[in-house]
């Protein structure tokens, strides 16, 4: 049994949502218990107690999108290539480096990224992979990782049909086989959806291919009107838009994740309520691309579930909250807004995108939820409670303040140190790799 308290408590619970000098008793894998401090300790005197020394006990964070197989593109400069486009990025970048990808470089993509996760307090990562040049065993490698360094995850394995149809076809094996393993993890640690790229990128034949070959009870995770060339192509080829297309082909519905959802209207926005899809909002990817802005306003109005995510362009999801925050303000032209679709993105709905796959809430600190939580070195030095902890969050707040990160009833990090991972091992294995990596596509 170990107590984590003498912090200040934010549970996400609306009938004990905040506790001052708080205290959260965690037995094997599940919040046993919590309230004051001293009620626990008197309670459970032979407990291991972790001192918060003052600072937020929260939930551990949840990343609904993220690209593990993009962490070596950290620092890359290709020669020549100076995209003027979101295709151009596609083409030159993210095609060329998953075409290249090894075995061992998909390995060490997932410890340093699953590495990054732990240290900046996020527990649960929902991931979207590819490598063309090395697909079968790709999602096993990942989930090796996660499973080795003690994080909570859910795979997929992005099907397209960019490089064939053989391609194609073992893109959608990988998924089938990787679904199929994951039912039987009795652990609940891992899941496995049915990863597809942009609709541009796949055929109505691999689109019904892929619904013949699903397993049951599970989901897409697909892009959906990232790039205005997206909504071009649907129109063009098929003569619907983007989102009308998936329910013609029975992707939608409550276990498929729709991310970034840039160019849609509000009939598909309708649609994507109707059918309880879910949506993923990546602002920092989408700022970087200059691929547009999701209608998040609009999508809150209609409460559909929508989730933040990086898109591999970061793995501290208070960065995300915090770009998200002031790009949707500058892109209204209005101060006003998103004080409060962001922090229900970030906490709330990501929470209730993960507990659609996962059998007991995460996302929550509350008897019988999972015991992820997480520690934050933050002693502000304004009134803190209830009614104000989402700005303290914002504004004072950032990963790398996290101390202390539970996944599952086990500690993976404390006061800042990594608890039984070779870091500086991992690190210097993959800088080797991404050396080879990065002269291969320069060479």
Not at 148 to 163: A, F, K, M, P
Request: glycine content about 8%; overall charge negative.
């Amino acid at each position: 049994m170990i107590l984590i308290g003498n912090g200040r408590v934010i549970t996400r619970n609306c009938k004990n949502f905040f506790i001052q000098d708080g205290c959260i008793c965690v037995e094997n894998n599940l919040i046993h218990d919590l309230g004051k401090t001293g009620d626990m300790k008197e309670k459970y005197p032979d407990a291991e107690f972790i001192d918060a020394k003052q600072g937020l006990i929260m939930p551990g964070l949840i990343n609904t999108h993220h690209h593990i197989y993009s962490s070596f593109a950290r620092g890359l400069s290709i020669k020549g290539h100076s995209p003027k486009n979101f295709m151009d990025i596609l083409e030159g970048t993210w095609w060329r480096i998953d075409r290249l990808l090894t075995l061992e470089d998909i390995k060490y993509s997932a410890y340093v990224t699953y590495l990054d996760c732990i240290k900046n307090g996020v527990t649960t990562v929902f991931d979207h992979h590819a490598s063309y040049g090395a697909v079968e065993g790709s999602l096993f490698e990942i989930s090796n990782a996660a499973k080795e360094l003690g994080i909570r995850t859910s795979l997929c394995y992005e099907v397209s049909d960019r490089d064939g149809k053989d391609k194609m076809v073992q893109a959608v094996k990988e998924n089938v086989d990787f679904i199929n393993y994951s039912k039987k993890d009795e652990t609940d640690m891992q899941k496995g959806m049915m990863g597809l790229h942009a609709p541009f990128t796949l055929s109505n034949e691999t689109l019904a291919y892929c619904a013949e070959n699903l397993p049951a009870d599970t989901g897409y995770h697909v892009h959906v009107g990232e790039g205005i060339a997206d909504l071009y192509d649907s129109l063009e080829k098929y003569n619907k838009r983007i989102v009308n297309r998936l329910l013609d082909m029975n992707i939608l519905g409550s276990k498929t994740i729709a991310v970034h959802c840039i160019h849609i209207n509000n009939q598909e926005m309708d649609i994507l309520k109707d059918s309880d899809t879910m949506i993923v909002h990546n602002p920092e990817s989408n700022m970087g691309n200059a691929v547009g802005c999701t209608p998040i306003l609009e999508l809150a109005k209609r409460k559909i579930t929508m989730g933040l995510g990086t898109d591999g362009y970061t793995s501290d999801m208070l960065e995300s909250m915090k770009v998200a925050n002031i790009l949707h303000k500058h892109h209204n032209c209005n101060p006003s807004v998103a004080w409060g679709e962001v922090p229900m993105m970030l906490f709330d709905n990501n929470a209730a995108i993960a507990n659609r796959f996962y059998k007991k809430p995460l996302g929550v600190l509350e008897k019988g939820a999972y015991a992820d939580i997480i520690v934050a070195d933050y002693d502000p030095f304004t009134p803190l409670d209830e009614t104000n902890c989402n700005s303290h969050i914002l504004f004072g707040l950032n990963g790398r303040q996290i101390k202390t990160t539970m996944v599952n009833g086990k500690i993976l990090m404390k006061d800042r140190e990594l608890i039984g991972i070779d870091e500086a091992g991992i690190c210097a294995k993959s800088r080797e790799l991404a050396t080879a990596l990065w002269t291969k596509i320069n060479g």
